[in-house]
């Protein structure tokens, strides 16, 4: 993914150019127009691509946050309360680095 990514006027915060997927991280400071956002995120799908909102919290945590004693990932938790998790979901649990 490519970070801080034009699509059509718009910059999102990570772009998968290849399959025309955009991530936007949203927080309270940045994110204060919803209708804004709404109308932003139309706009960038109208163009073909699927946009996918997280919220800035997820991206402090990864996999290891959510492994316990015996070395077992509560997957459930981690595709839902990480960016790393949500990510991985998102490609069918596969790793995917510089493709």
Known sequence: M???YPIG???VDFADI??????EV???AYHRD???????QYVIEKMGWKLFRIKSPMTFLDRDDFVDE??????????????????WNLYGGE???GK
Request: no cysteine; hydrophobic share 30%; aromatic share 18%.
């Open 2 to 4: 490519y970070p801080e």
């Open 9 to 11: 006027r718009y910059f």
């Open 18 to 23: 290849l399959k025309r997927i955009a991530v």
């Open 26 to 28: 949203d927080s309270f």
């Open 34 to 40: 919803y209708e804004k956002d709404i109308k932003r």
């Open 70 to 87: 015996d070395g077992n990932v509560d997957t459930e938790n981690y595709v839902k309360k990480s960016a790393e998790g949500f990510l």
């Open 95 to 97: 790793a995917h680095y």
